[in-house]
């Protein structure tokens, strides 16, 4: 009976466990070994061509260069400024260096491949630790900082972005995060300096920045002369690389571009001409900033309002931009780890925020299987370190329904296509309702079970994916089209 009261009285706990800890730790190991995506290959070999260029004494045609493609990628032309790939340069030199003079093909080793990965997972583990202080310094409590470090590692956001698509938005997201630190340090110089070298890496922050900085900047020469600033980093890097050969061509079929070109689509017809919801929201959500009454020196004070406030708008305004654009599977990791900061100061809804979550999780991860993401194809094990104990490659078939996870499912079970509304719509009222449930001032508290912390949720959050990862071991396995 001792022994049952006690498993009972740690299983209710407010505290993260090691074996938790672990069990987060093995998920995305066993994500990262068993996937090689195009993207993780082509940002792997664009990050090595910087040092090919610079031994050649060529840098402006770095992009020339990578459209050359000698390394066979997937991606020929790189299309976005070259400080997405030159922190991972520096990481990746080691197998460059094995690459350029000891005739090792980075392309044809699954270490080399993994190791640059890592270099992801670094990015993560520093991001993470911030993660933490950041927090701290807003709630003052050792536990919910723990926890929203844990919330954020366990994330299947996180698994998708990092540890599987082997995408680089980790690195502004880490970069974005230590800005943030900075500003609730009152270290106003520092957040703008992390700020422009999050922009520098993908243009994505300069949104919440603006909110950010609306919240406690009142003066428009002041808030423009800031956010000129924060983008100067994209300005220097166009002027660098401007006339440049090749430079103009990766910018115009690049996804860059296209990204851009999409951001704001017509959503809505009006006699003003086609609205966009997205639009709409950062108008109210930089008006809803501007209006807050806060002052610079707020930043200073422990546990101030003011950075509640800061960490929920870069939520909210991440989330209008999945909600109301397209964008690609790894681009879910821009809320983190800010939609989990905001979750844990919230004690009365503890339940309620790891149930809606899950939904969250779940529904947007089916919405993406559906929708023929280039997630779960069994060609991404091909150059993953799991593949060696296969012994064989996998050929991709469009009409095999063993080539991808929606193409099996669809093989089997048509009608899961006409579900899609229903796996986004579950995503996107789960999100809608995390935000309005856990406003900085205006917390939702239910009358039953609110406070309740069911740990098993914890573990089913943390293992959504694999299911869907050893489907796409099993279809590697099964498939007939084998090299």
């Known amino acids: 009976m001792k022994i049952k009261n006690k498993l009972v009285t740690m299983y209710n706990t407010d505290k993260v466990y090691l074996a938790e800890w672990i069990l987060a730790v093995v998920t995305g190991l066993f994500v990262f070994v068993t996937t090689s995506t195009w993207d993780s290959q082509s940002l792997t070999i ?6 090919d260029v610079i031994a050649d004494g060529n840098f402006r045609g770095f992009y020339e260069y990578t459209a050359s493609n000698v390394n066979g990628v997937h991606h020929a032309h790189m299309g976005s400024e070259i400080m997405s790939v030159l922190p991972w340069s520096i990481w990746n030199l080691p197998i ?3 690459q350029r003079f000891f005739g090792k093909p980075i392309m044809s080793s699954a270490i080399m491949l993994a190791y640059s990965k890592m270099f992801l997972v670094m990015c993560t583990v520093i991001m993470l630790v911030y993660t933490k202080k950041i927090t701290y310094l807003i709630t003052g409590d050792k536990s919910k900082s723990v926890w929203a470090m844990f919330l954020t590692a366990s994330s299947t956001y996180l698994y998708l972005s990092v540890c599987y698509s082997g995408q680089n938005d980790i690195l502004m997201i880490t970069a974005s995060v230590i800005a943030v630190y900075c500003l609730f340090k009152n270290k106003h110089k520092a957040f703008i300096a992390w700020s422009l070298f999050a922009v520098s890496i993908k243009p994505f922050f ?39 050969p090749g430079y103009e061509e990766s910018m115009n079929i690049g996804p860059a571009k296209e990204m851009l070109e999409q951001m704001f689509p017509p959503n809505v017809n009006t006699e003003f001409g086609a609205v966009s919801f997205f639009a709409i929201s ?18 200073a004070k422990s546990q101030s309002l003011v950075g509640k406030y800061a960490i929920y708008l870069i939520t909210v305004t ?22 989990y900061i905001v979750l844990v100061q919230n004690k009365n809804m503890v339940l309620y925020n790891g149930i809606f979550d899950i939904a969250a999780q779940f529904g947007m991860l089916m919405k993406l299987v559906l929708r023929d993401s280039r997630l779960f194809e069994v060609r991404f094990v091909n150059k993953a370190l799991v593949q060696r104990f296969f012994g064989y490659n996998v050929e991709y078939k469009a009409s095999c329904p063993y080539s991808s996870i929606d193409l099996y499912l669809y093989d089997n079970k048509d009608l899961l296509e006409h579900y899609q509304p229903l796996f986004s719509g579950i995503a996107a009222v789960s999100i809608a309702l995390l935000l309005i449930f856990n406003h900085p001032e205006k917390q939702v508290k239910f009358k039953i079970n609110g406070d ?4 098993a949720l914890l573990w089913v959050r943390t293992l959504i994916i694999v299911p869907f990862v050893l489907l796409t071991l099993y279809l590697f396995a099964k498939s007939p089209y084998r090299f």
């Open 46 to 51: 664009w990050s090595t061509n910087v040092w």
């Open 96 to 98: 460059w260096i094995m």
């Open 206 to 244: 300069l949104l919440p920045y603006l909110a950010v900085l609306l919240l406690s900047e009142k003066n428009f020469l002041k808030i423009f002369g800031k956010a000129f600033i924060v983008s100067s980093g994209v300005i220097v890097q166009k002027l660098m690389f401007r006339g440049a």
């Open 282 to 299: 950062l108008v109210l959500i930089y008006l809803y900033s501007y209006t807050r009454d806060f002052k610079k020196d707020d930043y």
């Open 318 to 339: 991440y989330a209008g931009y999945l909600m109301f654009s397209p964008f690609s599977f790894y681009r879910l990791a821009t809320m983190l780890p800010f939609l």
């Open 452 to 455: 309740r912390n069911i740990r």
